[in-house]
Each structure stands twice: as C-alpha cells, then as structure tokens.
C-alpha cells in the first residue's frame, strides 16, 4: 500500500503546539502524540539492512507500537485474529453491539477509566445472564471497545462476538440458538444492559459525591431506548473473527482518511449515516482534530479487549481445548515467517531486486527522550 499524502503525524506536527496550549493535554496524552509524530522517523531508531544478491542497502525506520498509531496495527490485527482462530468453538457467532446514549459522555469524561470498566462488566454481565435464563449455560464472549463515531466524536460502544454454545451447570458443552436467526431479543437485551449500566453509574457517582449532579441526566436517559445492534449469525467461526478483526486494532482514524491539511484547518472523509452511509468531508480545524482525536486516547494500560465466560483464559475447558491443538499443531514459526503467512507480505525479501535477502548490518537505538509508554492490548 501506498504512503498516504497525509498522515496523523503531520497533523501533531503542525499544530500539536497550539493544540497544547489551547487545551493543555495531561502528560500522558502528550506522549502517545510525541510517539505517533516520531513513528518510522530517525527518532524512533532505524536498522539498515543488506540484500545477499545485488548488495542494495535498505534503511528501516522503526515504528513507535503505540496501539493508538494507524500505522503499527495491520501486523497485530493479523496475529490477534490468528492466535484467537486458535481458541475459539467450531460453532455460529453472533455479532453484537452494545451502545450507549451519548449524553453520558458528560459522565464518561469524568472518569472514563472507570466508565469504560462499568460499560464491560455491564455487557458481559448482560450476556451471561440472558445465556442461564434462556439456555441454562455458561456462554463466552470477545468484547472489543470502541470510543469513537465517524466525525472523531465520542461514542462509546463494545463489539462482541458470542458463540452458540455454552457449558451447561453438568460441565457439558451445548449447543444454543440453532432455531434462530438471531441469539437473544435484541429489546430485551437492551432493557437488561440500560438498567445495569445506569445502576453502575449511580454507584459510581455516589462514591464521588456527584449523585445529585447529574441524578436529572440519569433520569432522562432511563427514558430513551438504548441501541443494541445483533446481527444474523455466520456461518464459519473463521469468518466471524475475521469479521470482528476488522474492529480490533482500528484507531479513532486512519490515515487514509485524511485528505487535506492547509494552514489552520484538516479536512476528513467520513460516513455520513442520516444519509444512507454516503462518504463526505468534514473539515475542521487542526486544533479541533487534535482535541477530538485526544477523546480516544485510552487510559494508562486500560485492556481494550477482553475475553469473558468460557473464553477466558481460566477456563479449563479452553485450556484442555487449546492445549490439544497445540499438540497436534504445533507452530513453531519466527516473526518475519508468521508475518509472510498472515499478510502475504515477505519482510525479508528485497524490493530492489525481488530475488536477494536482507541481513541486518546495524541496528541504530531511537532517541531516548521523549520516552513513550508501551501499552498492551
């Protein structure tokens, strides 16, 4: 692919200083934009590599690994669906998502950490109770969060996929949701995730003594309908994960997307869904980008991620599961052979001459301020 005209480093380049000043981010948000403005630049370090069949040397310029770059997920995004491949039930998935009212995002901004924490353990609290009261099983889930719509504003909602399967109380594996087009009503589901998330909340909020603040808000948005969204189950489990990789390492926006920077503004493409999803330019200015794009900066090693019920990683039935696969398929692969495998694309191949391979002649460290903090998954 390509290199984009422009990127989310320009933008920080250009008015990350304003940016600072206008809205002084925390520390914090202040090194993800340093890491992101350095990836694949001399300051993040560089190895220089020679081909063993024309001699061409071929300078590399490392990446920054910030789940929050645009530019260091496709790799991830890869192994992450492979290595879930591996774990998941040979069963239908459902896709489901889960959303909440944006006038919570006055909440949410309080403490987002623990409003993100709240908006998990709600849906899977959800998920698990309707899996006993419609089936009687212990059922699995892969949640993923996202925190952001199409315009860079804040919208909280979590993609899930569930399996039509779960453990009964006996310790026997079922089959569930086999009549069915979809797993569980999706009005029920929302009824049962609106009172447990706003029951959070109010806990929340008491803890901090702001009950009284924003006990109105709460009220009004117990009035509205919350929006879960549950689609039709797939076929393959193959297909499914593929499905939700595609949500897993996404960022707020790609670079892709940007198609203009000029002196004070940056212009974007956009879904526009009031209108049949028509793809649009938004354009506002950089200061603004920045602010936005801020909003979805996800808190200090806050797991955006998570694999709940009989997918979690201290289920024995998995464990058992994932442990015979293992010695049946065992992998023993390096990086760049793994890479090649999931992407199609040799690292290791030179691209002067399409026949030599590259051996690493010297290894340059990247510059030691600003340091960046590595975040997992």
């Known amino acids: 692919m390509s290199r984009p005209q422009f990127e989310i480093a320009d933008v920080i380049k250009q008015f990350g200083e304003q940016f600072y000043a206008a809205h002084n981010p925390n520390e914090f948000q202040r090194q993800v934009l340093r890491a992101l403005s350095s990836c694949r630049t001399s300051k993040q370090g560089y190895h220089a590599q020679a081909c063993d ?21 496709t790799s991830k995004q890869a192994i992450w669906v492979d290595d879930l491949l591996e774990s998941v039930l040979p069963v239908k998935h459902y896709h489901i998502v889960f959303t909440v009212p944006h006038e919570l995002n006055t909440i949410c901004m309080l403490d987002s950490a623990a409003f993100y924490g709240l908006l998990f353990a709600s849906v899977w609290d959800t998920l698990r109770c309707f899996g006993y009261t419609k089936y009687g099983v212990e059922t699995a889930a892969v949640c993923v969060l996202h925190t952001w719509g199409q315009n860079l504003s804040l919208h909280p909602h979590i993609h899930c996929i569930v399996p039509a399967a779960g453990q009964t109380l006996a310790g026997n594996m079922k089959h569930i949701a086999s009549d069915g087009r979809f ?94 999803a028509t793809l649009k330019p938004i354009k506002i200015s950089g200061v603004e980008f920045l602010r936005r794009f801020c909003l979805h900066i996800l808190p200090l090693r806050f797991v955006k991620i998570r694999r709940y019920g009989i997918y979690s990683s201290r289920h024995s039935a998995l464990n058992k599961k994932i442990e015979k696969k293992m010695t049946i398929k065992p992998l023993q692969e390096t990086v760049q052979e793994r890479i090649l495998r999931l992407t199609g694309f040799d690292i290791l191949l030179c691209q002067s001459c399409k026949k030599g391979r590259l051996h690493t002649i010297e290894i340059v460290p990247r510059v030691r301020s600003p340091t960046v903090f590595v975040q997992k998954e």
């Open 53 to 73: 069949h024309c001699g061409q040397i071929h300078i590399s310029y490392n990446s920054c690994r910030n789940r929050h770059c645009p530019k260091c997920q």
């Open 183 to 276: 797993m569980y009503p999706v009005f029920q589901l929302s009824k049962a995730f609106r009172a447990k998330m706003l029951d959070g909340l109010k806990r929340q909020l008491k803890e901090k003594a702001l009950l009284q603040t924003h006990q109105s808000l709460l009220d009004s948005v117990w009035q509205k309908p919350w929006v879960v969204y549950c689609e039709p189950s797939m076929g393959k489990p193959e297909q499914v994960v593929k499905y939700l990789g595609q949500y897993t390492h996404r960022v707020a926006i790609s670079n892709q997307r940007i198609i203009n920077i000029d002196d004070n503004d940056v212009t974007f493409m956009h879904k526009d869904y009031a209108h049949g």
